[in-house]
């Protein structure tokens, strides 16, 4: 059974959420802000993080901040309907995926279920090499230019996207599918997991040299 860690301070969603992922199957682990989101995720080690972004005493973005900086277990954010700032700043701080309040269940269920399965799915062991990066699709590590990179997990499985056909150029909507298996997000979330690869991976992220915009078109990896 996965466990899921909910972090939302509205009692009647927290309580809705987790009677239905519990009756699908989850062990759904709770917290009301971001202090004890924290706390149960030091001690639950969930394989998923449902994360609301307006809190008391520590907010989504701050828990976020403080959270990568410990674990890599995806998250996905929960914000309002038109707060654009708020998915732009989670996405930068390594969410992997976010849902617009308010959603349908189906949709935020849908959303947890890919999530895992990329987790599950590994790869048989393999290192894949192209110019100055290493890609351990086994151990699910990277090194550029032989020091280590700290990826969160969508950040990995779209770069392994890229390694796999250095020079191919991808479309947005392709990457989006390929890391997320259902195109339920938004183009505009590759263009911020792009920006946060560059800024780990590339000598000087303003001009990047490794992953390269095709204007119009979506990205391509230079390999050589």
Known sequence: MKTLLLVEDNL???DLLREYLTEHGYAVRVASNGLQGLQEARQSAPELVLLDIM???MDGL???RAF???FSTPVIVLTARDAELDKVLGLELGADDYVT???SMAELLARVRAQLR???AEPASQVQRA???ELDAQARTVRVRGEHADLTRTEFDLLQVLVRAPGRVFTRLELLEAVQEEALGSERT???????????LEERPAQPQLIQTVFGVGYRLQGE
Do not use: W
Request: charged share 35%.
């Open 12 to 14: 009647d969603i927290r």
């Open 55 to 57: 809190m008391p005493q």
């Open 62 to 64: 701050e828990f976020l």
């Open 68 to 70: 990568r900086a410990e």
């Open 101 to 103: 309040k308010p959603f």
């Open 118 to 120: 990329r987790g599950s």
């Open 131 to 133: 110019g100055p990066l």
């Open 190 to 200: 590759i263009d911020v997991h792009i920006r946060n690869l560059r800024t780990k």
